[in-house]
């Protein structure tokens, strides 16, 4: 029954990619439904003027389009539902599908970790689907076709849907190849730009080269067991050496579709020129399946966690969380922010399950579970409000036809709804108390707090410095989201664009955002709901439980004891309320008081502030960009144009800044050129003579003829 | 009882947070030979602005307008969770020191983004600077009170303090380190001298009061009480956890009077230095303020490393 409602999902998105196709062929079904009623002329007419109306030439494309995001929604709704009850029924569902070699039939199993990231995927469809409709109709049918995006859609989240419920490495691997090829064609979309044609080949390129090394890693598991199916894996008893290999190939592949520093780079590149709602799903969600993965191949698979993995998880997602949030602060593209933002929250989810590794191995496999715990509360959390952000940021894309921030300014009188959910968005991600995101944060500080009880000195004193470089990255996302939210919808409006725009005028654009920044608040106040959740695939997985200190009830966190840490959000929420009202009805008690009187902000007597006085994007990050000089390839420029006698009047100043990934000089820049190098290498030997050609096939043979016999 | 006790608590640290900052004014007057304003004027300058009409700017949003609510109920929950003259209160459970953290920045988040709301450059610049000075602050914080958190295995406040009560007189290297840290840090966040002067107007070392600018009224008034509120805080933090004698340990009057006197007289010695501090030391340039932090960090995690390797019984 669960897993039916599994593939029901699956089946309904990859329906609502197929419906997709229908947009040009209105003509076929036109004739079709004609002939069908010629045959059943009994027929009744309501339904008759149902069909005919909705193939009206008008109508017909809003209808699709409606059509295939209520079926992605539906597919959405199953998938949640599919999570939920494998969660709460703590059950391990395993089928075998005919599909597949004749040797190896697809087998599915659809256990806690693959139902906790189906509510994942679940929730994030869903808000997709109801954002969408409004969002696609701004496009030109003849340059950006609805038939391609909806198909890919479709196709991607079948993918990922696959991916989670795959139980052997081969179809693990058809499923993970078309997520990621149903992604390039969605990056892909808007192929008119050069930029987007290269963003997307990057990320072909890097999604590839990820897939061979989660290739060769289950090639390494399966050196040591008979046969591909997880089952058979999970048998195979690796030296620790082969493990580690194992591992670090795992690691490569899923890591570089996660995007954790330095194989970030396709994410800035590719989330940018997406659609909204596609970035939304890419960010948001396909981050978490490789995610998935690795836990999978780790977890599951390997299950004999060595510590040292832990320690390269922690390292890698600590210069992850803080490379990603510094980038993040200095760019001026709002989804290219987004996007170095969510390699900050990969890195972070990545150094919370470094800390679970360690644990285990150590010998505290409930610290194991409280980081584990903390680790897919975060990546929850992330898919929530990172979703909700780029969907607002499509908003705003589409009421602006801005995405540079300092082109924004003052939408907060204009889109009161949208800078409302974006707010809640921005203090989800800057982890605010009262909001979702702060309590996974609470609980990474937990685990890190506990390096106590390891043996290993230079372990006990490494955690409390990545705590400390959490608290780094947690204070910098709040500055980078007050920029944010400050330069977009505070101030002034900085162009003409923002100083048009107006609320969005299709309501139900609104209400995937707003089911997103509900259940950010309603998650941030009530913890333990999906605590509750993530603990049944802990137990499943490792054994262990977070120990919830139950004494204190369920309104209250309490990891390890009571004694230790406890918070209950709720109770939080009651004072933070008693005491804004108390102080709020007491000011404004006088109603002589009461009004406020409005009048020009200070100007220092010169007398009209313009919105090119405000701050802008550079302006803000500046002393960060200072501090951390380091971090960046920092071109700054200032060119004056001079004017009058002997040049001697400044007419206008100009400036420039450009910064870029040192990634791309110290890594990416090298392998092109290695590459390259030895492509000419190679070409050397082929000189287009016949006689050498034959020449290489004799030798080759004689030299195959030496080794059999 | 508890309960009471603890509404009691929050209620005195709201109430005495002005005579803090006018005992500190007292004092720094004193020692700059200047004619000092009365031990009350703070409370008569908040009593003034409550009954003034707010002016505000003509393009200020809701964000503006509800900023100061925002900012004094997060500092005043901030300050329920801190332990002023008596342990184990159930405010203190509901909310552990990395939530009282959190309330900072909460009310951070929003004194930044009202300074981003009216679009003129002070606002700006105070926004973007107390961002990024809070952003370095933030984690010498933790690192400080992971320290302490870590010897007391616990962050919960009230049951840390007990943990030191109970050691006694211990000279703990690791707790120097992290109680300088924290002294430094607390100087930072708190605005004074060498990092800001909340008593000038000059336009080019500004941060408070570059973001609060356009704020007059009972907004302005909110917005001094939650800072003056704030220093209160960070004070009764390094007082009771480093000095935590005198605290009340059970709820009998005698010994409630007592923890009150004793913090009392202990923030009255904190205020003296602090002013003597201020009086000592100049202003410092706006980039040389990550060299006093990343010091205070370095303090922070010395302590850390002190703990791990020297006390830690293994």
Same mark, same amino acid.
């Given at each position: 029954?669960?897993?039916?409602?599994?593939?029901?999902?699956?089946?309904?998105?990859?329906?609502?990619?197929?419906?997709?196709?229908?947009?040009?062929?209105?003509?076929?079904?036109?004739?079709?439904?004609?002939?069908?009623?010629?045959?059943?002329?009994?027929?009744?007419?309501?339904?008759?003027?149902?069909?005919?109306?909705?193939?009206?030439?008008?109508?017909?494309?809003?209808?699709?389009?409606?059509?295939?995001?209520?079926?992605?929604?539906?597919?959405?709704?199953?998938?949640?539902?599919?999570?939920?009850?494998?969660?709460?029924?703590?059950?391990?569902?395993?089928?075998?599908?005919?599909?597949?070699?004749?040797?190896?039939?697809?087998?599915?199993?659809?256990?806690?970790?693959?139902?906790?990231?189906?509510?994942?995927?679940?929730?994030?469809?869903?808000?997709?689907?109801?954002?969408?409709?409004?969002? *696609?109709?701004?496009?030109?049918?003849?340059?950006?076709?609805?038939?391609?995006?909806?198909?890919?859609?479709?196709?991607?989240?079948?993918?990922?849907?696959?991916?989670?419920?795959?139980?052997?490495?081969?179809?693990?691997?058809?499923?993970?190849?078309?997520?990621?090829?149903?992604?390039?064609?969605?990056?892909?979309?808007?192929?008119?730009?050069?930029?987007?044609?290269?963003?997307?080949?990057?990320?072909?390129?890097?999604?590839?080269?990820?897939?061979?090394?989660?290739?060769?890693?289950?090639?390494?598991?399966?050196?040591?067991?008979?046969?591909?199916?997880?089952?058979?894996?999970?048998?195979?008893?690796?030296?620790?050496?082969?493990?580690?290999? /194992?591992?670090?190939?795992?690691?490569?592949?899923?890591?570089?579709?996660?995007?954790?520093?330095?194989?970030?780079?396709?994410?800035?590149?590719?989330?940018?020129?997406?659609?909204?709602?596609?970035?939304?799903?890419?960010?948001?969600?396909?981050?978490?399946?490789?995610?998935?993965?690795?836990?999978?191949?780790?977890?599951?698979?390997?299950?004999?966690?060595?510590?040292?993995?832990?320690?390269?998880?922690?390292?890698?997602?600590?210069?992850?969380?803080?490379?990603?949030?510094?980038?993040?602060?200095?760019?001026?593209?709002?989804?290219?922010?987004?996007?170095?933002?969510?390699?900050?929250?990969?890195?972070?989810?990545?150094?919370?399950?470094?800390?679970?590794?360690?644990?285990?191995?150590?010998?505290?496999?409930?610290?194991? /579970?409280?980081?584990?715990? /903390?680790?897919?509360?975060?990546?929850?959390?992330?898919?929530?409000?990172?979703?909700?952000?780029?969907?607002?940021?499509?908003?705003?894309?589409?009421?602006?036809?801005?995405?540079?921030?300092?082109?924004?300014?003052?939408?907060?009188?204009?889109?009161?709804?949208?800078?409302?959910?974006?707010?809640?968005?921005?203090?989800?991600?800057?982890?605010?108390?009262?909001?979702?995101?702060?309590?996974?944060?609470?609980?990474?500080?937990?685990?890190?707090?506990?390096?106590?009880?390891?043996?290993?000195?230079?372990?006990?004193?490494?955690?409390?410095?990545?705590?400390?470089?959490? /608290?780094?990255?947690?204070?910098?996302?709040?500055?980078?989201?007050?920029?944010?939210?400050?330069?977009?919808? $505070?101030?002034?409006?900085?162009?003409?664009?923002?100083?048009?725009?107006?609320?969005?005028?299709?309501?139900?654009?609104?209400?995937?955002?707003?089911?997103?920044?509900?259940?950010?608040?309603?998650?941030?106040?009530?913890?333990?709901?999906?605590?509750? $959740?993530?603990?049944?695939?802990?137990?499943?997985?490792?054994?262990?439980?977070?120990?919830?200190?139950?004494?204190?009830?369920?309104?209250?966190?309490?990891?390890?004891?009571?004694?230790?840490?406890?918070?209950?959000?709720?109770?939080?929420?009651?004072?933070?309320?008693?005491?804004?009202?108390?102080?709020?009805?007491?000011?404004?008690?006088?109603?002589?008081?009461?009004?406020?009187?409005?009048?020009?902000?200070?100007?220092?007597?010169?007398?009209?502030?313009?919105?090119?006085?405000?701050?802008?994007?550079?302006?803000?990050?500046?002393?960060?960009?200072?501090?951390?000089?380091?971090?960046?390839?920092?071109?700054?420029?200032?060119?004056?144009?001079?004017?009058?006698?002997?040049?001697?009047?400044?007419?206008?100043?100009?400036?420039?800044?450009?910064?870029?990934?040192?990634?791309?000089?110290?890594?990416?820049?090298?392998?092109?050129?290695?590459?390259?190098?030895?492509?000419?290498?190679?070409?050397?030997?082929?000189?287009?003579?016949?006689?050498?050609?034959?020449?290489?096939?004799?030798?080759?043979?004689?030299?195959?003829?030496?080794?059999?016999? | 009882?508890?309960?009471?006790?603890?509404?009691?608590?929050?209620?005195?640290?709201?109430?005495?947070?002005?005579?803090?900052?006018?005992?500190?004014?007292?004092?720094?007057?004193?020692?700059?030979?200047?004619?000092?304003?009365?031990?009350?004027?703070?409370?008569?300058?908040?009593?003034?602005?409550?009954?003034?009409?707010?002016?505000?700017?003509?393009?200020?949003?809701?964000?503006?307008?509800?900023?100061?609510?925002?900012?004094?109920?997060?500092?005043?929950?901030?300050?329920?969770?801190?332990?002023?003259?008596?342990?184990?209160?159930?405010?203190?459970?509901?909310?552990?020191?990395?939530?009282?953290?959190?309330?900072?920045?909460?009310?951070?988040?929003?004194?930044?983004?009202?300074?981003?709301?009216?679009?003129?450059?002070?606002?700006?610049?105070?926004?973007?600077?107390?961002?990024?000075?809070?952003?370095?602050?933030?984690?010498?914080?933790?690192?400080?009170?992971?320290?302490?958190?870590?010897?007391?295995?616990?962050?919960?406040?009230?049951?840390?303090?007990?943990?030191?009560?109970?050691?006694?007189?211990?000279?703990?290297?690791?707790?120097?380190?992290?109680?300088?840290?924290?002294?430094? *840090?607390?100087?930072?966040?708190?605005?004074?001298?060498?990092?800001?002067?909340?008593?000038?107007?000059?336009?080019?070392?500004?941060?408070?009061?570059?973001?609060?600018?356009?704020?007059?009224?009972?907004?302005?008034?909110?917005?001094?009480?939650?800072?003056?509120?704030?220093?209160?805080?960070?004070?009764?933090?390094?007082?009771?956890?480093?000095?935590?004698?005198?605290?009340?340990?059970?709820?009998?009057?005698?010994?409630?009077?007592?923890?009150?006197?004793?913090?009392?007289?202990?923030?009255?010695?904190?205020?003296?230095?602090?002013?003597?501090?201020?009086?000592?030391?100049?202003?410092?340039?706006?980039?040389?303020?990550?060299?006093?932090?990343?010091?205070?960090?370095?303090?922070?995690?010395?302590?850390?490393?002190?703990?791990?390797?020297?006390?830690?019984?293994?």
């Amino acid at each position: 029954m669960i897993l039916l409602l599994a593939y029901c999902a699956v089946l309904l998105s990859f329906v609502s990619g197929l419906l997709a196709l229908l947009m040009n062929q209105r003509h076929a079904l036109l004739a079709l439904c004609q002939t069908c009623f010629k045959k059943f002329p009994g027929s009744r007419n309501q339904c008759r003027a149902f069909v005919f109306g909705n193939l009206d030439e008008q109508r017909f494309p809003v209808f699709l389009r409606q059509a295939v995001f209520v079926i992605l929604g539906l597919s959405g709704l199953f998938a949640v539902l599919a999570g939920l009850s494998v969660l709460v029924s703590k059950d391990v569902i395993t089928d075998q599908i005919g599909l597949g070699l004749p040797w190896l039939p697809w087998h599915v199993r659809f256990d806690g970790l693959s139902g906790f990231f189906f509510l994942i995927i679940g929730i994030a469809v869903g808000a997709v689907s109801l954002y969408g409709p409004g969002y *696609v109709s701004g496009y030109q049918e003849s340059r950006h076709p609805f038939a391609v995006l909806g198909l890919f859609t479709g196709l991607f989240v079948a993918g990922m849907l696959l991916v989670l419920l795959a139980d052997d490495a081969f179809m693990f691997m058809i499923a993970w190849e078309l997520m990621s090829v149903a992604s390039y064609f969605l990056v892909a979309f808007q192929h008119e730009n050069a930029a987007n044609r290269r963003a997307a080949f990057l990320y072909l390129l890097m999604a590839e080269v990820g897939a061979l090394a989660i290739i060769l890693g289950f090639g390494v598991l399966a050196s040591f067991a008979d046969g591909f199916t997880f089952d058979a894996l999970r048998e195979s008893h690796l030296s620790a050496t082969w493990a580690s290999i /194992a591992f670090g190939l795992a690691l490569l592949g899923f890591g570089m579709k996660a995007g954790i520093v330095p194989v970030h780079v396709w994410l800035p590149e590719a989330h940018p020129v997406a659609p909204s709602h596609i970035s939304a799903l890419m960010s948001g969600v396909m981050l978490k399946v490789a995610l998935y993965g690795l836990i999978r191949f780790s977890f599951d698979l390997l299950a004999d966690i060595q510590w040292q993995w832990g320690v390269v998880l922690l390292i890698l997602g600590t210069v992850s969380a803080l490379g990603g949030i510094l980038y993040a602060m200095v760019q001026a593209n709002l989804k290219r922010l987004l996007a170095y933002s969510s390699v900050e929250n990969i890195g972070i989810i990545f150094m919370v399950l470094g800390l679970a590794m360690i644990f285990m191995d150590n010998g505290h496999p409930q610290l194991a /579970a409280l980081g584990f715990l /903390a680790a897919l509360f975060h990546a929850f959390n992330h898919a929530l409000f990172k979703n909700l952000l780029f969907l607002g940021a499509g908003i705003l894309h589409h009421q602006t036809h801005e995405l540079n921030i300092d082109m924004m300014g003052g939408l907060i009188k204009k889109m009161p709804q949208t800078s409302l959910l974006f707010l809640i968005g921005c203090m989800s991600i800057s982890s605010l108390p009262l909001f979702n995101g702060f309590v996974s944060e609470w609980l990474a500080f937990q685990t890190a707090l506990q390096a106590d009880v390891l043996d290993n000195g230079v372990l006990r004193s490494l955690i409390p410095v990545a705590a400390a470089a959490l /608290a780094l990255t947690a204070a910098l996302a709040a500055a980078c989201f007050v920029k944010v939210f400050g330069l977009i919808f $505070l101030g002034q409006s900085r162009s003409q664009h923002s100083e048009k725009a107006r609320e969005v005028a299709d309501k139900t654009m609104l209400a995937g955002p707003m089911l997103l920044a509900a259940l950010c608040f309603l998650i941030g106040i009530f913890p333990g709901l999906v605590i509750n $959740l993530i603990n049944s695939v802990s137990e499943q997985l490792l054994g262990q439980t977070m120990p919830n200190d139950s004494a204190l009830g369920w309104l209250w966190l309490a990891p390890v004891s009571a004694q230790q840490a406890s918070y209950s959000p709720a109770l939080v929420l009651i004072g933070a309320l008693i005491a804004g009202c108390v102080s709020f009805w007491y000011l404004r008690r006088d109603p002589v008081l009461k009004t406020m009187r409005r009048a020009a902000p200070w100007d220092c007597g010169f007398g009209g502030l313009t919105p090119r006085m405000q701050y802008s994007s550079n302006a803000f990050s500046m002393p960060i960009r200072r501090i951390f000089a380091k971090v960046w390839l920092i071109d700054e420029r200032i060119d004056k144009d001079m004017q009058g006698a002997m040049d001697q009047d400044v007419a206008a100043v100009h400036y420039h800044i450009d910064i870029q990934d040192h990634s791309w000089p110290l890594l990416y820049q090298p392998i092109g050129h290695g590459i390259n190098t030895l492509a000419k290498q190679v070409g050397r030997i082929q000189t287009g003579n016949i006689r050498t050609y034959l020449g290489y096939s004799f030798v080759t043979l004689v030299l195959m003829l030496w080794v059999i016999s | 009882m508890n309960g009471l006790i603890a509404a009691i608590q929050t209620l005195l640290f709201v109430a005495l947070a002005p005579l803090l900052a006018g005992w500190l004014k007292v004092c720094k007057c004193r020692l700059q030979n200047r004619k000092a304003p009365p031990l009350l004027q703070p409370y008569r300058d908040l009593i003034k602005l409550t009954h003034k009409q707010p002016v505000v700017a003509g393009q200020a949003s809701w964000i503006f307008t509800k900023a100061p609510y925002i900012i004094f109920s997060a500092t005043m929950l901030a300050a329920s969770v801190v332990p002023l003259f008596a342990v184990d209160l159930p405010t203190s459970a509901s909310a552990d020191v990395i939530v009282m953290v959190g309330f900072f920045a909460f009310a951070r988040f929003f004194l930044a983004l009202a300074g981003l709301d009216i679009g003129t450059a002070f606002g700006g610049m105070g926004s973007s600077r107390e961002m990024t000075i809070s952003s370095l602050a933030e984690p010498a914080m933790l690192m400080a009170v992971f320290t302490l958190a870590m010897t007391a295995s616990t962050t919960n406040l009230s049951i840390a303090i007990t943990h030191v009560l109970n050691e006694g007189l211990v000279l703990r290297p690791s707790f120097l380190f992290a109680l300088f840290a924290l002294i430094l *840090v607390a100087v930072a966040e708190t605005g004074r001298i060498p990092i800001d002067n909340p008593a000038t107007h000059l336009e080019l070392t500004m941060i408070h009061e570059a973001m609060i600018l356009e704020y007059s009224g009972r907004h302005l008034a909110l917005i001094e009480w939650a800072s003056q509120l704030k220093l209160m805080i960070y004070g009764v933090l390094i007082a009771n956890i480093f000095l935590p004698w005198g605290i009340a340990e059970n709820f009998s009057v005698e010994a409630l009077g007592y923890g009150l006197l004793a913090i009392l007289a202990k923030l009255a010695v904190l205020a003296v230095l602090l002013a003597l501090s201020e009086t000592l030391v100049a202003k410092m340039r706006l980039f040389r303020v990550q060299e006093y932090l990343s010091f205070a960090y370095l303090l922070g995690l010395l302590g850390m490393l002190s703990h791990i390797i020297l006390e830690a019984s293994r």
